[in-house]
């Protein structure tokens, strides 16, 4: 073992076992070459614990984690309806996201102020940052278990996402990859979004989305939903204070409310990320890193940094809950 993996170091709650660390057999064995020898252990784990970090093997290109992901059975996954900015590297594979680096990205489970979502995610640490530029994980089902019953409850009943998108968020044909409102609504129709096209042509959407779920083989209940990072209070308030002088509260960029339509207090938010940050785990990136997530079981979030990074990530098995909630 040599001195880079031993020195995997990580901060974590106590008990938590994420990441479980999975090293070569020798030093530079290529990742695709272990994959039939550590599939089964990889798997046992991530549906488990809920997290690998394979960390030590020689993954010399994005082609290389490309066949890496998509070697466990699942054809990988395009971005849709998306909340950020992102770049496809190329056959399911993209940039994470691009957001500016002074900028830190809530902990959240990929596409859970959806009802359609990818149950594995991988990412792969092509560049690590000088400095920082972590992605912190966290338990989902520890996060639901420490979170205040009261907030449960009241999550249980489902978020309300409300988006609108243009001049102050992602313009509407790069969160549907069309230019064609038709396609936009054929989507929304699938996917149980409500729209209206507004008077300018910019579009607003509307959707009830789960607070916490089921996850589809445990049966465990995990937190899952990104109800603290849509809300207006995760803007800089500054930022906050400006959007809301120019715009009514049904107009700004993306807010959530609880499922009857009511006021998220900003506060019991607060209570929330505090939660979140109690179960928060986080480790440096080494380059050549591959962290395998089940998205369900496992949140994830960006620190900010310093210097060149790149970060690249995959997402496969796509779930529903269209039918149940």
Known sequence: MNDAIQKFERQAPPGSELPVLITPAYAGEPLLDALPRLRETIEAHVATVGGVLLRGFDVPSVDAFRGFAAGFGHPLLSYEFGSTPRTEVGGGVYTATEYPSHQSIPLHNEQAYTRMWPMKAWFHCVTAALEQGETPIADSRAIYRRMPPAIRERFAAGILYVRNYGEFDVPWQSVFNTEQPAEVEAFCRKAGIDWEWKPDGDLRTTQLCQGVETHPVTGEKVWFNQAH???????????????????????????????????????????VRAVLDAETVS????AGDVLMLDNMLVAHARAPFKGPRKVVVAMAQSHSNLNSL
Do not use: C, K
């Open 229 to 271: 990072l849509f809300h207006v209070s995760n803007l800089q308030p500054e930022v906050r204070e400006s959007l809301e002088d120019m715009l009514a509260m049904e107009d700004l960029p993306r807010n959530t409310y609880f499922a009857d339509g009511s006021v998220i207090p900003d506060g019991l938010l607060d209570e």
């Open 283 to 286: 480790f440096r990136w080494q």
